[in-house]
């Protein structure tokens, strides 16, 4: 099914790593849009890293670039997330989001505005402890 659900969230200290999945069969849609997003309390949504399925590009957030890294796994229908050097201010509820009519610019837009996303999870929640 289309419609994202995530795992893998939880509680770890400063400088550690998690890793998010996300189910998904947009995953393995041959124009498709896959998102990670996050949001804190009090603050907008956030996003986090997209990848575009009709070519496999990644983008990312510049708070996250060097340290997240996005992959898919076909086989198994999966987005990833992992997640490493984390520090407090990645504290957030993270959710994951797909759009199944995408094209490699959208995915790259949409990673600031969020609007062609039209399926999102319940999201899972990252903490981060300094």
């Known amino acids: 099914q289309v419609q994202p659900v995530e795992s893998g969230g939880g509680s770890v200290q400063a400088g550690g790593s998690l890793r998010l999945s996300c189910a998904s069969s947009a995953v393995t849609y041959s124009s498709a849009c896959m998102g990670w997003f996050r949001q804190a309390p009090g603050k907008e949504r956030e996003g986090v890293a997209t990848v575009y399925t009709g070519d496999g590009s990644t983008y990312y957030a510049d708070s996250v670039k060097g340290r997240f890294t996005v992959s898919r796994d076909n086989a198994k229908n999966t987005m990833s997330l992992q997640m490493n050097n984390l520090n407090a201010e990645d504290s957030a509820m993270y959710y994951c989001?797909?759009?199944?009519?995408?094209?490699?610019?959208?995915?790259?837009?949409?990673?600031?505005?969020?609007?062609?996303?039209?399926?999102w999870g319940q999201g899972t929640q990252v903490t981060v402890s300094s």
């Open positions: 989001a797909a759009n199944i009519f995408a094209s490699s610019r959208t995915c790259y837009e949409d990673l600031v505005e969020g609007k062609f996303f039209t399926r």
